[in-house]
């Protein structure tokens, strides 16, 4: 069965601090993708990265870094330098091999406060 | 680029109406999934389609049906609406090996 649990519910930061997002994930296959998307308060979801499971690379995107550790099935997201707009609920996802559907962690709510 | 599209974006029923919410995405998409979202919380899967013809069931399937006769096509279908139902419904889909999921900008549904 796959899983993915995001621990932190709600996260709040000052302006210009940086922050971590925890995902932890299930799976028995050894092909799968992770993903992260980002539902800002207009309600829609963005997404952000996919990371494939041969590919341990970290990636930084301008404020936005990935960790994807497969050796603690961790796949952990950075924000530095956090901003106002950053504020939004940010879900971790797994998709395994085959037909399965993306399975979705319950998300992590972060405030960022001037 | 329309994506994917989804009708009605806000719509308020009575307790044991029906209603269908519409779906649809121009990617060629074999893959496409309703997802609810319960205010504060995560999304749970509903249904889903691998492709034209075939669906399944998600998490949360009971009180909602699909169909899926073409590709671009996977409405999902509200019988005798109860207000355990208010949610912001998602269609999404994903293209075969990209992993990607498309989002529809939701639909909002209130049972009162």
């Known amino acids: 069965a796959q899983k993915v649990t995001q621990a932190q519910t709600e996260i709040s930061v000052v302006e210009k601090e940086d922050v971590t997002l925890d995902c932890v994930y299930e799976?028995?296959?050894?092909?799968?993708?992770l993903f992260w998307y980002k539902q800002p308060p207009s309600g829609e979801l963005v997404f952000l990265i996919r990371r494939n499971s041969f590919d341990e690379q970290n990636e930084i995107s301008g404020r936005y870094s990935w960790n994807f550790q497969k050796s603690t099935s961790s796949f952990n997201f950075t924000i530095t330098a956090s901003q106002v707009v950053d504020s939004a609920v940010y879900f971790c996802a797994l998709l395994a091999s085959g037909n399965t559907p993306l399975v979705f962690g319950k998300g992590t709510r972060l405030s960022v406060i001037a | 680029n329309a994506g994917v599209t989804q009708t009605p974006k806000f719509r308020i029923l009575k307790i044991g109406q029906s209603m269908t919410l519409q779906c649809t995405q121009d990617?060629?998409?074999?893959?496409m999934y309703w997802y609810r979202q319960d205010p504060g919380m995560g999304l749970k899967l509903i249904y889903y389609?691998?492709?034209?013809?075939?669906?399944d069931k998600g998490e949360v399937p009971n009180g909602y049906n699909v169909s899926r006769s073409t590709t671009e096509d996977f409405p999902l279908r509200l019988e005798l609406a109860a207000p355990s139902q208010t949610s912001v419904y998602f269609c999404a889909s994903r293209g075969r090996g990209t992993g990607e999921l498309f989002f529809g900008e939701g639909s909002r549904l209130t049972v009162l």
């Open positions: 799976t028995r296959d050894t092909t799968y993708y």
């Open positions: 990617m060629n998409h074999n893959y």
């Open positions: 389609s691998v492709g034209a013809g075939i669906t």
